[in-house]
């Protein structure tokens, strides 16, 4: 009876634990299955007592060793028991030995920043170390680089001293073969002389193209020195220039011209104040202070017939008639006849000191493209066409007028462009201006 108890007792047990056993998904058996591969029907995930019992006792015949069977299975679960209780015991420690792990963990890392440091620290030192060793190496290298510059630079100045000394000869040379060449023009059908004739036209046209290039680094280039050796220079590829193509000497002067009108241009713009009429005479004051300024720097650098100062006359009076024409078209209605008097004055008086002080060669050059002049004595004014509009700006705003505001004196200016003209009487000037 007691081991039939007993029996009954465990089956109720089983039963209720089949009641609460766990069901795990689909997945997380098959991985459990492939962690702990078992072959006992108890683990599989769709166990069924019944089945089970069935294959335990297939007959009535075998339900005589039941005992034996329950006692089988009584020892096995006792060993389930006892390994679940080994099991258990074993995890009480977990925990401490988990927080020693944590720690030493800890240490390890702190160790391990501690050595990072170390690295750090002895690589900023073999860094000091490499700069300390290199310091002077690179100080080799900067020397041995300004050694280089430096040794470039004399050789620049060699160079250029070389071509200033044999500048002032290119010309006598050049024209001596040019005059010899001459005389071989009927022999051009021969191919040497015909050689030698492209040979110094091409001497002709680098030397143009280097002359020109010369001209605009010494008033435009970065540095831009105007020492006494650089004029020299200057001076002497002019006289070079007139022997070249004609073409290089009025791209030259083209230039140059606008070089030296380029403020003017600026500084009376066509939105300034000083742009209008009632201080048209700030813009003779302006020409008449870069031609002295011209003149006194740079004068003696052209030869005299290129007549530089006429033809940045010329330009300054052409830029003056257009720029006027249009400011005077687009302000009409402000014109009176005691600003138009004024202006007209003004005007005169300016006529007849260019007049005066220039020929009008250069006009003749280019006649069909430029104004007709009339005779000196009777001088033309560049602003006689009534629609003249222009605005400029002027730097001069506060400085008095220079003579030609006064109509009275137009020649008594003491000006290096008025040179080689005898002073005239104010009576004279007057009915000049008139």
Same mark, same amino acid.
């Given at each position: 009876m007691a081991s039939t108890a007993d029996f009954d007792d465990e089956a109720i047990d089983d039963e209720h634990f089949d009641d609460s056993a766990l069901i795990f998904p689909p997945e997380v058996q098959e991985a459990i299955d492939q962690v702990l591969p078992s072959n006992d029907p108890l683990d599989r995930p769709d166990f069924n007592p019944v089945d089970y019992i069935n294959t335990l006792f297939p007959t009535e015949?075998?339900?005589?060793? /039941? &005992?034996?069977?329950? !006692?089988?299975i009584r020892l096995k679960i006792r060993?389930?028991?006892?390994?679940? !209780?080994?099991?258990?015991? !074993?995890?009480?420690?977990? !925990?401490?030995?988990?927080?020693?792990?944590?720690?030493?963990?800890?240490?390890?890392?702190?160790?391990?920043?501690?050595?990072?440091?170390? /690295?750090? &620290?002895?690589?900023?030192?073999?860094?000091?170390?490499?700069?300390? /060793?290199?310091?002077? /190496?690179?100080?080799?290298?900067?020397?041995? $680089?300004?050694?280089t510059s430096s040794i470039i630079t004399l050789n620049h100045l060699h160079m250029l001293n %070389?071509?200033?000394?044999?500048?002032?000869?290119? +010309?006598?040379?050049?024209?001596?073969?040019l005059n010899v060449l001459e005389h071989f023009d009927r022999y051009m059908a021969i191919p040497q002389i015909k050689q030698l004739s492209d040979k110094v036209k091409q001497? +002709?046209?680098?030397?143009?193209?280097?002359?020109?290039?010369?001209f605009e680094e %010494?008033?435009?280039?970065? %540095?831009?020195?105007?020492?006494?050796?650089?004029?020299?220079?200057?001076?002497?590829?002019?006289?070079? @220039?007139?022997?070249? &193509?004609?073409? @290089?000497?009025?791209?030259i002067l083209g230039w140059f011209v606008k070089l030296q009108l380029s403020e003017y241009t600026v500084l009376f713009a066509? &939105?300034?104040?000083?742009?209008?009429?009632?201080?048209?005479? $700030?813009?003779?004051?302006?020409i008449k202070r870069t031609l002295v300024s011209f003149e006194e720097k740079f004068g003696h650098i052209f030869p005299v017939e290129w007549e530089i100062s006429e033809r940045i006359c010329i330009e300054f009076c052409e830029i003056t008639r257009r720029e006027l024409s249009k400011i005077m078209a687009k302000r009409a209605t402000e014109i009176d006849v005691k600003l138009l008097l004024f202006a007209i004055q003004r005007t005169s008086n300016f006529e007849s000191l260019i007049a005066k002080?220039?020929?009008?060669?250069?006009?003749?050059?280019?006649?069909?493209?430029k104004v007709a002049i009339t005779p000196v004595m009777s001088p033309t004014n560049p602003f006689e066409e009534a629609s003249s509009p222009y605005e400029p700006s002027n730097p001069f705003e506060n400085e008095n007028a220079e003579s030609v505001e006064e109509p009275k004196e137009p020649c008594r200016v003491d000006l290096p462009f008025h040179r080689g003209f005898p002073p005239t009487r104010k009576s004279s000037c007057r009915r000049r201006g008139r």
């Open positions: 015949q075998s339900l005589a060793n /039941i &005992d034996d069977v329950v !006692g089988k060993k389930l028991d006892e390994e679940i !209780g080994t099991v258990v015991r !074993g995890q009480t420690n977990v !925990g401490e030995n988990g927080r020693q792990a944590l720690e030493e963990a800890q240490k390890a890392i702190q160790e391990l920043f501690s050595k990072i440091k170390d /690295i750090k &620290d002895k690589a900023e030192k073999s860094e000091e170390m490499v700069k300390e /060793i290199t310091r002077d /190496i690179k100080q080799l290298d900067h020397a041995k $680089r300004h050694l %070389s071509a200033a000394v044999s500048t002032s000869k290119w +010309q006598t040379y050049l024209q001596g073969v001497i +002709q046209a680098e030397l143009g193209t280097q002359i020109t290039a010369d %010494s008033f435009q280039g970065p %540095s831009a020195k105007y020492g006494p050796s650089n004029l020299k220079q200057l001076a002497e590829a002019c006289l070079v @220039v007139n022997v070249l &193509d004609p073409k @290089v000497k009025r791209d066509e &939105d300034q104040d000083v742009a209008w009429l009632d201080k048209i005479d $700030r813009r003779y004051a302006w002080r220039f020929t009008g060669i250069t006009l003749q050059e280019n006649l069909p493209t």
